[in-house]
């Protein structure tokens, strides 16, 4: 009798327990859900506003041969952040002037180095490239605009720090303006041209496409392979 009774409880514990981890399952897929729809309408919307207008690109610059790389404690010595993070989106900066900046909206989602209380923080920086008038571009040193439509707005393409697609994660090095070092207004992207990275196809690799015809002997080579060690 006595056994009857403690297999009864069992059963019921069980039960109990499958119903508690069934009713959280879908709350849990409802908000994964939620967040692939807004970063699919954030994308859409983004692309749309780019195809309305001309694009024009900068110059393209390969590697110097002077460069010679970053190590991992070369990352972590000279930023105040080595962070993953996820695009949530992308915002025209009206209007900058003589390089065009879109504000990128992320969400950290691992601190690699740094105080780890900005994990799950969102931030709002700006990057090289986005929407300008042609009197941002093509305005010579003397303050000669050289365009038959200066207030044409266009699309400044940076070959060397593409914008990263809406839902794409990142790996990028963070610094701040010394004068308010707690602020996380004040957080900037540091050499987005050799150390930032980007997921693909589960694995993260350099921004800037020059780094596709680089000396793979190079340190920054390395890093990549050790950053990609570390579980998002």
């Known amino acids: 009798m006595i056994r009857l009774i403690i ?3 069992m059963v019921i514990l069980v039960g109990c327990t499958n119903q508690q981890t069934d009713n959280k399952l879908p709350h849990r897929i409802n908000i994964e859900q939620d967040t692939l ?3 699919q309408k954030n994308r859409l919307r983004w692309h749309q ?4 207008v001309r694009v024009v690109d900068r110059k393209f610059f390969g590697i110097s ?6 190590t991992f404690q070369d990352l972590k010595n000279n930023n105040l952040y080595v962070v993953k993070a996820t695009v949530m989106n992308l915002k025209k900066v009206k209007w900058s002037s003589p390089m ?3 504000k990128i909206t992320f969400k950290v989602k691992r ?3 740094g105080n780890k209380g900005l994990e799950k923080k969102r931030l709002y920086l700006n990057f090289p490239g986005g929407f300008a008038r042609e009197r941002d571009i093509y305005t010579t040193n003397l303050g000669t605009v050289s365009t038959a439509q200066p207030d044409n707005e266009i699309f400044y393409r940076t070959p060397n720090t593409p914008l990263p697609e809406i839902g794409s994660t990142v790996i990028m090095c963070l610094r701040n303006d010394s004068s308010q070092p707690k602020s996380l207004d004040k957080l900037y992207i540091n050499d987005v041209e ?3 990275w980007i997921k693909n196809k589960d694995k993260y690799v350099l921004n800037n496409p020059a780094f596709q015809t680089a000396d793979r002997k190079l340190n ?6 050790e950053l990609n060690r570390i579980k998002d």
């Not at 506003?49 to 309305?52: G, L, P």
């Not at 041969?65 to 970053?70: E, K, L, S």
């Not at 920054?220 to 392979?225: S, V």
Request: proline content about 6%; charged content about 20%.
């Open 7 to 9: 297999l009864g409880l």
């Open 111 to 113: 601190v690699i180095s």
């Open 49 to 52: 506003k780019v195809k309305r």
């Open 65 to 70: 041969p002077n460069y010679r790389g970053a």
């Open 194 to 196: 050799h150390t930032f």
């Open 220 to 225: 920054i080579f390395k890093l990549t392979e």
């Open 37 to 39: 729809s807004v970063l």
């Open 100 to 102: 065009p900046q879109t």
